[in-house]
């Protein structure tokens, strides 16, 4: 299986900064990758799919970018309905994994 | 609007069975792929099984192969995952997505405990 590494595990900010999200998988996955954010409470939304590929809706301040083994998601000007944990999401092989997640929380 | 709903969570006895269902709305279902995916404290997020549009192929993870079924009826957008042999560490939120590969809708989640 391929193992999806977020960091950091928790990210303290504030609203307006910019932030980043690494995830790290143990193969390559080219590009076949996903970006989910989670209000608690509430289910996954996808925000990002292919790496870089903003879902329709998605504000965008969220961008994606990488391959291969290595991921990145921004948040530019960072907004109070984004403080919630974020998940990336692995497609290129079964079983398809999920990072461990990160919480952006405010400072 | 777009709605998964799923429903059928609720306690059960290690060993014992449950059957989720997933009812769509606002989407034509028989064109879509589904899933099944679970969350828990501990596991985080878990994909665990997905079907084809027609029903004819399916996918497990390991951690359910051989205990669990996931089935779908276009004619009432519905999907199901039957659930035998339950285990403690089955306890989760089970959720249904939309998707071929990455999750582009999510349902609201059904909770499951497996408790004596």
């Known amino acids: 299986d391929i193992q999806m590494t977020q960091s950091p595990s928790t990210l303290s900010a504030s609203v307006g900064d910019t932030v980043s999200i690494t995830c790290r998988a143990s193969q390559s996955t080219r590009n076949w990758l996903a970006w989910y954010h989670q209000k608690v409470g509430k289910a996954p939304k996808l925000l990002i799919y292919q790496a870089s590929n903003l879902e329709s809706g998605v504000p965008s301040r969220f961008s994606g970018s990488g391959s291969g083994t290595e991921f990145t998601l921004t948040i530019s000007s960072l907004q109070p309905d984004d403080f919630a944990t974020y998940y990336c999401?692995?497609?290129?092989?079964?079983?398809?994994?999920f990072g461990q997640g990160t919480k952006v929380e405010i400072k | 609007e777009v709605q998964l709903v799923e429903s059928g969570g609720g306690l059960a006895q290690p060993g014992g069975s449950l059957r989720l269902s997933c009812t769509a709305s606002g989407i034509t279902f028989s064109n879509y792929e589904m899933n099944w995916v679970r969350q828990t404290p501990g596991q985080g997020l878990e994909w665990l099984s997905n079907?084809?549009?027609?029903?004819?192929?399916?996918l497990y993870a390991d951690s359910v192969k051989g205990r669990f079924t996931i089935s779908r009826d276009n004619a009432k957008n519905s999907l199901f995952l039957q659930m035998n042999s339950l285990r403690a560490e089955d306890t989760a939120v089970y959720y249904c997505?939309?998707?071929?590969?990455?999750?582009?809708?999510w349902g609201q989640g059904t909770l499951v405990i497996v408790s004596s």
């Open positions: 999401q692995q497609y290129n092989s079964y079983p398809w994994t």
């Open positions: 997505a939309s998707g071929a590969a990455y999750f582009q809708k």
């Open positions: 079907i084809s549009i027609s029903g004819s192929s399916t």
